[in-house]
């Protein structure tokens, strides 16, 4: 018996089929999608190899078939489907089939030991299951702001790794002690169930009586699940109108069909109560795969879901490859975050791959959101996918007042120039009533943009209509699409006014200014300087909620998750910073992001304001932000794209090329744009694609390493795919070349 083998390698020159003879000893250990040992090369080194085939016969001599050495898995972790999806994965996005298969088994693939090592014996911090109120608890540390920090956050988490409190808070083994002698926690080193979730299923969390509304989308739902065909739906349903509640009945049903289930969530919503609903619900057959497991925890997570003890599995991008079989349902909840594309290899997109996991299980794939991409809606409209809606809120809140604030015509309170008076006013306001605000300072994204203070226009290239960038050194505009560059001598080509440079606003600044401001004020600040450690950001979070701070500022980071009952303000400092990025899809970007933003305020009884500060008011992707209007910031969106040909009208192939040399760099993407035109020579001729000039990236440096992009647009098509990577494992020796397919950023 031989084995075909792919090495878990991502050196491209790897990336083929080994074959190896099974001992006889071994061949009943020997099935597909097995992980086995192997000798590598001269010197026999161990590799790990996974079994895609297995033969009788070679057409080479047997005798120089190495033998493999040890079977890993005693179940397989994946079976001929997944081999099948990894080479489409493969293809497609362009890289190595064992950066595909990789990401399909658990984290030790890495680790060349024979077996599966299980977890080094991690310290766990356990909070008192008798402790129900944390008040006392936070009286008797009255003293210690840290006691009182790590306190809320025992009392949220209930099961937190101790070297997590050591470096989130600062903390030593001395802190902890004072924890240990109140008898507010135990440290332990095994823990039966390590999956920190687990605590929080004792309470029972009930069906609902659907609403008429909930109702009508469930019984669609039910119909596609009965087709017993593949199927797709959208349901675009607003913030708290009940869209988790129609995720848990529908997979309630999917349940009684006996199939299985699967969640994705972007990480930063996969909260402990988010978790909890599910795991209060459906008990012990749900997994939870968030970024927080330990490499033993994910062994065991993986493990109890391929030995079908699981039946839902929520989690992020990654958990759509746990070894899950007959899928009847995959839900993708906020189907437009940016996080469901993978930007390492293999740089998949999540729902692609969702889609041919159901069309192999013949299941449901929904999607969800507030702020549906223009992708998936554009499906919707076009009937290639169901399309279902929920217009109204569960608890109807009152109606959210969102206000422009003109940046031009305004008057500032501070000498910077970043909060006008307007916006002052209402902080100041709810400063006197004790409710909370939150500052939203839009940082997404590098480089800079060019706006006149004056008409507020925005400089644009003229074969594009992306914003230009501003690049110091040589005192140009330029286009990171097509390339097109123009001086830049201070004037605006609209009104001759004069034009800005839109400063890119740090938050420490802000804090600096509302400081300033506000000086009674208690003020915090969340951003990557202030946040450490992986859930950092939720401490600072459950500390401006639990200790009713004044003011929270904040990036992208706050848009999403948590839920604050007492903040009824919410300014956002820069509403157009967005649409300064050179990005085709800005006008998407900036409505769902201020449209994010803007829920936080007014979520429980008092009522929420949202004051968005802008440079172009009269841009009309504020008017459909204002009016909560969706339909309408789409229907602008897709006429644009179908003009000047952008998603979903075609792909865009983003190609990086870095290099240490300045010269060498610009140099070889020159040269690499000829072999790529040969090499496309035919679909250009045809009008399927179009290859622009070479530009410097976004980020024209980064470690030292200069970068280059190239930009191809097409319809996207195995044959282009084929073709493009032949040119790519050809001429990627001394340089490094990459290919990213419809990313999310524009690199
Ligand atoms: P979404 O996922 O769209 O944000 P949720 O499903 O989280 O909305 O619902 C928002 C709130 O309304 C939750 O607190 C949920 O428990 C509650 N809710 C949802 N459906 C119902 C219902 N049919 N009856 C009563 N409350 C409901
Ligand atoms: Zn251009």
Not at 202 to 210: F, G, I, P, Q
Not at 241 to 246: A, D, P
Not at 341 to 349: A, H, R, T, V
Not at 564 to 579: E, H, S, W, Y
Request: charged share 25%; with cysteine.
């Amino acid at each position: 018996m031989f084995v075909n083998v792919i090495l878990n390698t991502s050196v491209k020159q790897l990336d083929r089929i080994f074959t190896y003879i099974v001992p006889v000893d071994l061949e009943q250990y020997i099935c597909i999608g097995k992980r086995v040992v192997v000798p590598f090369s001269k010197s026999n080194r161990k590799e790990f190899g996974i079994v895609i085939d297995i033969v009788n016969k070679v057409d080479f001599d047997a005798k120089l078939a190495k033998p493999i050495l040890s079977v890993v898995d005693e179940k397989p972790y994946i079976d001929e489907f997944h081999i099948k999806l990894a080479r489409w994965m493969s293809k497609r996005y362009i890289c190595n089939l064992s950066d595909s298969l990789k990401v399909m088994f658990p984290p030790d693939v890495n680790n060349k030991d024979k077996t599966i090592r299980s977890s080094k014996k991690d310290k766990y911090v356990v909070i008192n299951e008798n402790i129900q109120d944390i008040s006392k608890y936070l009286e008797l540390a009255k003293r210690s702001a840290k006691r009182k920090e790590i306190l809320h956050f025992i009392f949220d988490m209930k099961i937190v790794l101790l070297a997590d409190i050591y470096s989130y808070f600062n903390a030593t083994s001395a802190t902890m002690k004072w924890f240990i002698e109140n008898n507010i926690i135990e440290i332990k080193e095994e823990i039966k169930d390590r999956n920190i979730y687990k605590k929080y299923s004792s309470e029972k969390n009930s069906k609902l009586v659907l609403t008429s509304e909930q109702e009508n989308v469930y019984d669609g739902l039910k119909k596609l699940l009965d087709s017993n065909k593949k199927q797709e739906a959208l349901l675009h349903g607003v913030t708290g109108s009940g869209k988790t509640e129609i995720y848990m009945q529908i997979i309630e049903y999917v349940l009684k069909q006996n199939k299985n289930c699967m969640i994705l969530v972007p990480e930063i919503s996969l909260t402990p109560q988010m978790a909890n609903r599910f795991l209060s619900r459906f008990g012990n057959i749900v997994s939870i795969l968030h970024s927080k497991l330990s490499n033993g925890e994910r062994i065991d997570e993986f493990a109890r879901i391929n030995n079908g003890e699981i039946q839902i599995v929520i989690g992020a991008r990654s958990a759509i490859f746990a070894p899950l079989r007959n899928i009847g349902i995959i839900v993708i909840d906020e189907e437009h975050d940016n996080s469901y594309k993978s930007e390492s290899n293999p740089k998949y997109d999540t729902i692609e791959v969702a889609r041919r996991i159901i069309e192999h299980n013949k299941g449901l794939l929904l999607l969800g959101s507030a702020t549906p991409s223009i992708q998936s809606y554009y499906m919707a409209k076009t009937n290639k996918i169901a399309l279902f809606e929920l217009k109204k809120r569960i608890n109807d809140v009152h109606p959210l007042s969102i206000k422009l604030v003109d940046l031009i015509h305004s008057s500032y309170v501070d000498s910077s120039r970043i909060i006008t008076k307007e916006l002052a006013n209402e902080i100041q306001r709810n400063i006197d009533n004790k409710e909370q605000s939150i500052i939203f300072l839009n940082k997404r994204g590098y480089g800079s943009g060019i706006v006149c203070q004056e008409c507020g226009n925005i400089e644009k290239c003229p074969n594009c209509d992306v914003t230009l960038t501003y690049h110091h050194d040589k005192n140009k505009l330029l286009c990171h699409y097509c390339g097109y560059t123009k001086n830049f001598d201070n004037s605006c080509s609209q009104c001759h006014g004069k034009m800005l440079k839109t400063n890119v606003l740090g938050t420490q600044k802000i804090e600096l200014e509302l400081n300033k401001l506000f000086p009674t004020a208690s003020i915090i600040r969340i951003d990557h300087d202030s946040v450490q450690g992986k859930d950092g950001h939720i401490k600072i979070l459950n500390k401006f909620k639990n200790e009713n701070i004044d003011i929270l500022i904040g990036t992208q980071m706050i848009a999403k998750g948590h839920d604050f009952p007492n903040v009824t303000l919410v300014g956002v400092l820069n509403g157009d910073m967005t649409l300064y990025l050179q990005d085709y899809r800005v006008n998407e970007l900036t409505y769902s992001l201020l449209t994010q933003v803007a829920g936080r305020a007014g979520r429980d009884k008092k009522p929420g304001r949202v004051l968005i500060q802008t440079y172009q008011p009269s841009n009309e992707v504020f008017e459909s932000v204002i009016n909560n209007d969706y339909i309408k910031m789409y229907e602008n969106e897709i006429n644009y794209r179908k003009l000047l040909i952008y998603p979903p009208f075609c792909d865009i192939i983003q190609i990086l090329i870095t290099s240490k040399d300045e010269i060498l760099a610009e140099q070889f993407s020159n040269k690499f744009l000829n072999v790529l035109t040969n090499k496309l020579s035919v679909f250009i001729d045809k009008e399927e694609l179009i290859i622009y000039q070479p530009v410097k990236a976004v980020i024209s440096r980064i470690e030292k390493q200069y970068r280059y992009k190239i930009i191809i647009k097409c319809k996207y098509s195995p044959d282009i795919a084929v073709a493009l990577k032949e040119v790519l494992v050809n001429n990627n020796k001394n340089f490094n070349i990459s290919v990213e397919l419809n990313a999310t950023r524009n690199i």
